[in-house]
């Protein structure tokens, strides 16, 4: 099989192609985020390892499948995914009291809200 073909880095004004997955060269790879950062490592590296898909079912199961967030506004909406209600960042912990059910779209603007949150903190 052919190797896979150069591609222009993605950071503006860089002449440099690359064949890695994160569209970055070399000089620029620093500049990668979500998964093609260097260095992300797996999962159970992260922490979520068969102890904590175990919490995670406890979770689901205590809070009856269902969105426990404020801005479902009492509506029943099925969850899917955990998520810690303090953030491990800001010194959460995989406590039973601070993990919550939440359904995909819930989770993912709770997790932008707080990204959003982070940035303004460190260059805020």
């Known amino acids: 099989m052919p190797p896979k073909a150069k591609r222009p880095c993605r950071s503006p004004m860089c002449p440099a192609k690359t064949q890695d997955n994160s569209g970055y060269c070399e000089k620029h790879i620093h500049l990668a985020s979500g998964w093609a950062k260097q260095g992300r490592g797996t999962a159970e590296q992260r922490g979520y390892d068969w102890a904590w898909r175990k919490k995670r079912a406890a979770v689901l199961k205590r809070d009856r499948y269902l969105c426990q967030c404020d801005d479902c506004k009492g509506r029943r909406l099925p969850a899917s995914e ?8 800001l010194g959460g912990s995989d406590d039973f009291d601070n993990l919550q059910s939440l359904n995909v779209d819930c989770h993912k603007a709770k997790t932008q809200r707080e990204a959003v949150e982070a940035r303004l903190r460190d260059f805020g």
């Open 82 to 89: 955990v998520d810690h209600v303090t953030p491990k960042s």
